[in-house]
């Protein structure tokens, strides 16, 4: 039934996803965000059974995930050098079919005292475009860290399902480090106002936020022009992470759609 539900996810959106530059190159393991520690709410019981108080750490890979994740596939070294399995990972809560990059490492994944240092696909695990993330490596962002912007997407209007407005000419889809909210004060409009999207025409803001209130780390910037993106950048102090650090100021290449 798991595989079931993680194909159905896969295959959710009405038509496939197209390949962007990412996809012709060597796939990388983009981060690894200890989010929380022993702190999972009892919310959490949706994303894993064994959630609630443990750790939480999101991974972003440069390629969509295809394959139903194994904890047994991740190994999580301690600053000390101690080997942590998960026990469980999950794509949920970013599991629609335009997401995927994104999985939630949920156990005992290290502490204060001796945080996780490195995350590794120690087994298969099956990526896009015929990608094999066994192998991939990543140092780990320090708890206290603030969420960055970690992965962006460039894709005509027609390429994916968002709740863009119509008038939409280009989305750009922004992955960040872990899921965000707004801080105490800030509206819609603050975190539209965050962002600037360099294109070969210049600089612009997004004209609206799409894929919203979902509890991932992706959002969608609906843009005015369909020239090319080239980078995305957000202003410092908007979003929290689940543990309440701030986000500082941020920026990311955007990778663009292959037609």
Known sequence: MKRLLFVLALTSCAHPMPRTTLD??????????FGLDDALPGSAFWLCAQAPGRDGMPITFSRRVTQEPAPAAFTVTTRSGVKKT??????RPANE???????????????????????EVTGALALEAGGQAQGLSVEVTPLEAGPTLVLALGYAPGDLDSDCPKTTQQVVVVAWAGGVHLVGGATRETHRQMYRVATERGEVMPLALGDLDDQDNYVH??????????RVSASAGVLLDPRDD????????VEAALH
């Not at 012709?24 to 965000?33: C, D, K, T, Y």
């Not at 998960?86 to 794509?91: E, Q």
């Not at 910037?221 to 080239?230: G, H, I, Q, V």
């Not at 701030?246 to 290449?253: D, K, L, R």
């Open 24 to 33: 012709v190159e060597n796939p990388r393991l983009l981060n690894a965000f």
């Open 86 to 91: 998960p026990l469980c990972v999950t794509p």
């Open 97 to 119: 079919a335009s997401e995927n990059h994104t999985l939630l490492l949920i156990g005992d994944l290290g502490s204060v005292d001796d945080p996780p240092a490195q995350v």
């Open 221 to 230: 910037l609906c843009l005015d022009t369909n020239a090319p993106a080239a």
């Open 246 to 253: 701030v986000n500082p100021e941020t920026s990311v290449a």
